[in-house]
């Protein structure tokens, strides 16, 4: 990370003293970041089983099963 826009003298030293723990900072907000990311789940769309489709002579064996022979 680089620092600049120096003012004077003791502004350098100041911004480079705090240089670390703005560093640090970074991390943790990108750490904080990609772990929402990662546990994200959409809540107007649950997780759910998606419908099993049958073919068309499935479909058929079901309805004949079904109907009465007489």
């Known amino acids: 990370m680089f620092v600049g826009n120096f003012k004077s003298v003791a502004d ?8 670390p723990d703005v560093l640090k900072l970074m991390i943790q907000n990108e750490a904080l970041k990609e772990r929402k990311v990662k546990d994200y789940q959409n809540p107007f769309n649950p997780p759910e089983v998606p419908p099993q489709y049958k073919s068309r002579a499935e479909r058929r064996g079901d309805t004949a099963k079904r109907l009465p022979i007489y």
């Open 12 to 19: 350098e030293r100041t911004k480079k003293k705090n240089q």
